[in-house]
């Protein structure tokens, strides 16, 4: 990490990763929400990382804490309202994030 920080090289994570750290978290050590994204914003903005749709990443993250549902869920709502598409899904988690539902 510190050599990404120096610059000297450059970290690239996925979202799948981000899932899996947040799942692990949550499921394994039992934080929180709010501990696993502030956590997780912290490494996404830090100096050497380059992360994989950071900006849908970092909505999911707070859309996982304002509106309680799995980062999974927000990630798939933050990229259909960014493209202005819909979502097709039996969870009805997704319409209180926002995103246009069409039911399956």
């Given at each position: 990490?510190?050599?990404?920080?120096?610059?000297?090289?450059?970290?690239?994570?996925?979202?799948?990763?981000?899932?899996?750290?947040?799942?692990?978290?949550?499921?394994?050590?039992?934080?929180?929400k709010e501990q696993i994204a502030g956590s997780i914003q912290l490494v996404i903005t830090a100096d050497g990382i380059d992360v994989e749709a950071?900006?849908?990443?970092?909505?999911?993250?707070?859309?996982?804490?304002?509106?309680?549902?799995?980062?999974?869920?927000?990630?798939?709502?933050?990229?259909?309202?960014?493209?202005?598409?819909?979502?097709?899904?039996?969870?009805?988690?997704?319409?209180?994030?926002?995103?246009?539902?069409?039911?399956?």
């Amino acid at each position: 990490m510190r050599r990404a920080e120096r610059g000297e090289l450059v970290l690239r994570l996925s979202v799948v990763v981000v899932a899996e750290v947040v799942w692990v978290l949550s499921r394994r050590y039992s934080h929180t929400k709010e501990q696993i994204a502030g956590s997780i914003q912290l490494v996404i903005t830090a100096d050497g990382i380059d992360v994989e749709a950071a900006d849908d990443v970092l909505d999911a993250l707070q859309m996982m804490v304002d509106q309680n549902v799995d980062f999974v869920d927000a990630y798939l709502a933050a990229v259909a309202k960014r493209r202005h598409e819909s979502v097709a899904t039996f969870d009805s988690d997704f319409r209180k994030l926002g995103a246009h539902v069409v039911a399956i």
